[in-house]
């Protein structure tokens, strides 16, 4: 059964911090991995989907990392804003039907 | 090309009524899923929904929960009898094709409240 744990789950930077976020699942045999953002009582904002093919994805400040055999996957954010404050949620496709979430990571650019 | 709609955005139900939440998949998608996001948790799989056909509902509670994904339509999620615990946001997301292949792209969701 395919569990994703995210670490931390609150971090509180001062603005303008590289930071990394983890994600781990306990099944390497995934198909995609993708991460969110969700602000507080909003939807999800998709960030990167990493096919399993690939290795990484970048988007701006935001780079996504995955490493299958080791089962984690990492989200980096350079120069953070306190625009980036938000729940961070990873989550894995590992069967034909549904997604697994991580429990997310609440992050807090402090100005 | 209009997003994933799901519609009402918030549903205030007393205890004891019936909730119907609905969702209209992005142009072209056939396959459905609905999410469910306890306060201060992560979202968890209900069901997963082909055009008339349910193909995975191994999240969904045994009782008072029951989904559709009608031929013509929205998928409508729709909650019997609800109960204070009910209360959560709904996710809905649509995909192209099996979640092998393809991305799932999500509404805005539906809040629920129970009072």
């Known amino acids: 059964k395919q569990e994703v744990t995210q670490i931390p789950a609150a971090l509180s930077v001062p603005e303008g911090e590289n930071l990394v976020l983890n994600c781990s699942f306990t099944d390497s045999a995934i198909y995609n991995l993708q991460w969110f953002r969700q602000d507080p009582g909003k939807g999800l904002t998709s960030l990167l989907l990493?096919?399993?093919?690939?290795r990484e994805q970048t988007s701006g400040r935001l780079n996504a990392s995955l490493d299958k055999s080791s089962g984690r996957s990492t989200l980096y954010i350079a120069a953070s804003q306190p625009g980036d404050s938000a729940t961070y949620l990873c989550a894995v496709y590992s069967s034909a039907s549904k997604i697994i979430f991580g429990s997310g990571t609440r992050l807090s650019i402090r100005p | 090309n209009a997003g994933v709609m799901q519609n009402p955005r918030h549903l205030v139900r007393r205890r004891g009524q019936e909730a119907r939440l609905r969702c209209s998949p992005m142009?072209?998608?056939?396959?459905v899923y609905w999410y469910r996001q306890l306060p201060e948790e992560g979202l968890k799989f209900m069901v997963y929904l082909q055009k008339e056909n349910i193909i995975d509902e191994s999240g969904m509670p045994k009782e008072r929960f029951s989904a559709e994904f009608p031929k013509e339509g929205p998928s409508i999620l729709r909650i019997q009898q609800v109960v204070r615990g009910d209360s959560a946001a709904y996710f809905c997301?649509?995909?192209?094709?099996?979640?092998?292949?393809?991305?799932?792209?999500f509404g805005p969701g539906t809040r629920l409240t129970v009072t």
């Open positions: 142009k072209g998608h056939s396959h």
């Open positions: 997301a649509s995909s192209l094709g099996s979640t092998i292949y393809y991305e799932q792209y």
């Open positions: 990493i096919q399993s093919s690939q």
